[in-house]
């Protein structure tokens, strides 16, 4: 129950449990899939307690929550009544190819994240273990520490036809039965012991003993275990064959003879074809991939460490996630992912040079927990709670990832098993021969990301969300003469006109205070003037609402009357654009009042610090009228 109120808030926000497609969650993130995305209040969510942050990516609607999400997520589907195997409903907007790609890839191996990092880990450092003299190979607890970390990979098959055929609404049963006839032992044993028929395709690349017929046809056996292309693949061939028998089987006895005939038709179509086809093309893709390694392995290494954290943000990671466990069935090992090494270390190492250098309270202790859980891997807390905000940040740790994956690159550094994050991913790059050089390029690659992102932070012109000092005058009561006991910024009047509450508007959402605190003016005359020193963050294309961050990190909405969007701009004329430097007093844009209020709309704008929670306090004027430029609100540090 601790999250109850959270995940009711949530919900609603998102625009209730009917707009709710799907839900899933990963180690951060709460990933819905919504009917209609418009009606959620992403605003709202965004500057909500406990939640850090929203991306819509992939077709998803990605509520960043942190490392409790297991939690929020299991109250969420307790409150909304979401019942995670339930079919999706068809979205009323059909998503682009790329999205549904990147959609069913999370989704289907999101669920197996969690034990999947456990056992690789296992197996990590068990291997660690064997390398540094502890543990003999003959012992029997090698032995059992082994099978631990095998059981997950080498039955994967079972694991992604379960989490397959949830994601394509396929009966999960049948989904992880195709799953088990993959990695069915006696296969195995007939491959290594038995005598061979014939051979299919003799002088080519695909040349194959066969070693069965299934009704006089060629069974092409081949090993499946650790593969992922070929049960997801028969999984969703198998769903589509599920509904057909679905259609014209009587439901009197469909409960056992659809995955009677389902089972009869997919699993040998699966074994047949779809299972070496999948299979050759997995290796032609592991081939590939190997070629671009080879091509350049630290420029290689310098693009996905620079670029790995902006896939993370937008969900592209996934489309790499395959090809990496691809390459792990293929090859053996993987070497695009080990460029990505350095990622969270670059990320840990920036947020602490800002722990040092900040004097901001709100800061400091977002900044703690945030280095904690970067270390262990876990970035979304930084990079959405603190570096992309600030965006130099985050661009230092972009950069200082790319040297470290250039290194790891360099020193030839391949991953060999899905193992844990952050530090606890090192032994996964651990070769089955014994420590190596690439072991060796991990760790160093770590710590120069670390050490790069602390230094570049640290000397590279940190400046600080600390505010301007105030006045003598504005002190508080009883301090000594020069002594300041607050620091505050000020932000000036953008209109002219009657000052009214904030709890006046009838927008709830600023009303409520949920989008920030501030206060509202009903204009006397349309221009909106710049309120800060500071840059133009974000310009509705619509005209109707205007972001600014100031010099010191203040976060100022202004929004032009209500439901204004609606007008698509018509009667609004910005004088700048986004991105624009601006300085206090300078018109940033004209409306035609009498225009927009003959079309029906109410002018009342709302003027909030949108990231409230960063202060200690935001301070209204007293005044009942207002003009230009004059003091407004007053932001305390």
């Known amino acids: 129950m601790k999250y109850e109120t959270l995940a009711k808030d949530i919900i609603r926000n998102v625009g209730g449990k009917e707009n709710v497609n799907s839900l899933t969650h990963c180690i951060t993130r709460l990933r819905f899939k919504l009917k209609d995305e418009s009606k959620a209040n992403t605003e709202v969510l965004k500057n909500m307690d406990g939640v850090v942050t929203v991306v819509k990516s992939g077709g998803q609607y990605q509520v960043v929550i942190g490392n409790h999400v297991p939690e929020v997520y299991a109250e969420v589907t307790a409150v909304g009544g979401f019942q995670t195997g339930d079919s999706e409903e068809a979205s009323g907007e059909k998503a682009s190819l790329f999205n549904r790609f990147i959609d069913t890839i999370s989704g289907v191996f999101t669920p197996t994240l969690g034990v999947l990092s456990a056992t690789g880990m296992i197996k990590g450092f068990t291997a660690l273990f064997v390398a540094l003299g502890w543990l003999a190979t003959t012992s029997g607890t090698y032995q059992i520490l082994n099978a631990l970390g095998d059981c997950l990979f080498y039955f994967f098959p079972i694991f992604l036809g379960y989490t397959s055929a949830k994601k394509f609404n396929a009966n999960i049963f049948i989904g992880m039965a195709i799953g088990a006839s993959l990695v069915y032992p006696t296969f195995s044993t007939i491959t290594a012991s038995g005598k061979p028929l014939y051979t299919l395709f003799s002088g080519t690349i695909f040349e194959s003993p066969v070693y069965i017929t299934f009704l006089g046809i060629p069974v092409i056996l081949m090993s499946y275990a650790s593969t992922v292309l070929p ?65 350049s392995p630290i420029i290689e290494g310098i693009i996905m460490g620079a670029f790995w954290q902006v896939f993370v943000i937008f969900g592209l990671h996934w489309g790499l996630v395959p090809i990496a ?45 945030a280095v904690i859980s970067g270390i262990f891997g876990v970035t979304e807390p930084a990079i959405y709670g603190i570096t992309l905000p600030r965006k130099k940040p985050f ?10 994956g250039g290194i790891i690159g360099m020193m030839g550094t391949k991953g060999y098993i899905i193992g844990g994050l952050g530090i606890f991913a090192i032994p996964s790059y651990i070769s089955p021969a014994g420590i190596d050089n690439g072991f060796y390029g991990a760790v160093i690659g770590i710590l120069v990301s670390f050490v790069l992102g602390f230094l570049l932070m640290f000397f590279g012109g940190f400046k600080d969300d600390e505010v301007k000092e105030a006045k003598k005058e504005d002190s508080a009561p009883g301090a000594a003469k020069g002594e300041v006991l607050v620091k505050q910024e000020t932000v000036m009047s953008p209109l002219k006109g009657e000052v009214k509450s904030l709890s006046e508007v009838t927008d709830e959402a600023f009303s409520t205070g949920a989008l920030g605190k501030g206060i509202a003016i009903e204009p006397s005359e349309g221009k909106v003037v710049s309120p800060v020193d500071g840059v133009l963050t974000s310009l509705f294309s619509s005209g109707h609402a205007i972001g600014i961050t100031s010099d010191y990190g203040v976060e100022v909405l202004i929004h032009v009357g209500k439901d204004t969007v609606k007008l698509k701009g018509k009667h609004f004329y910005p004088k700048v654009k986004q991105g624009d430097a601006v300085k206090k007093g300078q018109l940033l844009m004209e409306f035609d009042m009498e225009a927009i209020k003959e079309a029906g709309y109410v002018l009342t704008t709302p003027v909030i610090v949108a990231n409230t929670t960063n202060y200690l306090d935001v301070i209204e004027t007293e005044k009942k009228a207002i003009e230009y430029q004059e003091d407004l609100l007053t932001v305390v540090v």
Request: charge should be positive; proline fraction near 5%.
């Open 395 to 404: 661009i230092l740790s972009c950069i200082a990832s790319a040297v470290g």
């Open 231 to 295: 049960i997801i693949i028969s999984t969703y061939v198998g769903s589509k064959i599920e509904n057909f028998f679905k259609k014209v089987i009587p439901s009197v006895v469909r409960t056992f003879l659809v995955p009677f005939f389902t089972l009869l038709v997919i699993v040998p179509l699966a074994l047949i074809v779809i299972g070496p086809l999948s299979t050759w093309a997995g290796q032609l893709l592991g081939a590939a991939t190997l070629f671009v390694y080879n091509l």
């Open 325 to 369: 466990m691809n390459n792990l069935a293929v090859l053996k090992f993987d070497p695009i992912l080990a460029a990505t090494l350095g990622a969270s270390f670059a990320q840990t190492g920036v947020v602490l040079a800002i722990l040092f250098k900040t004097k901001n309270v709100k800061l400091r202790s977002l900044s703690i927990p």
